[in-house]
């Protein structure tokens, strides 16, 4: 895969910051982790993290940021957009019980290709009721 980087000189900051366009879609490198790209082309509504592997792209991270534009469609334009931005490489997933509904029609629609693991994972968040059901209160205040 032929990746195009640009770095670019922020004034503020006088950070480099290396960024990536394919298909019209601009995508950050991560400053602290290897093969990282952050997708902020739908912000301040919502972002995600992809990972670059040899023949594969892994979708990681996503946000829609207020809980009152999700359930929206926010997160899916944003899904499409990455498959957009990679027409012919494989997208994937690895998904939260909670989740998962959202990425079946993410694979339905055809914006992914699989999801990886097919076994039950429930979230870290202990207050998610779909992941911890059994939960009568929560161990910590706020998920963070």
Not at 20 to 41: A, D, L, V
Request: proline residues 6%; hydrophobic residues 35%.
């Amino acid at each position: 895969m032929k990746i195009k980087i640009i770095a670019k000189k922020n004034d503020e900051t006088k950070h480099e910051m290396a960024s990536m366009t394919r298909n019209g879609k601009t995508f950050n490198k991560h400053p602290r982790k290897e093969n990282c790209w952050i997708y902020h082309g739908r912000m301040p509504i919502s972002s995600c993290w992809i990972f670059i592997h040899d023949n594969s792209i892994q979708i990681e991270n996503v946000i829609v940021i207020n809980p009152e534009n999700r359930h929206s469609g926010h997160g899916s334009k944003m899904i499409s957009d990455i498959r957009l931005a990679f027409p012919d490489i494989e997208i994937w997933v690895d998904t939260w019980n909670c989740t998962r509904p959202f990425w079946e029609k993410m694979q339905e629609m055809k914006y992914i290709d699989s999801i990886a693991n097919d076994y039950s994972w429930p979230c870290i968040n202990t207050t998610c009721k779909a992941c911890h059901p059994k939960r009568s209160f929560p161990r910590r205040s706020v998920f963070e």
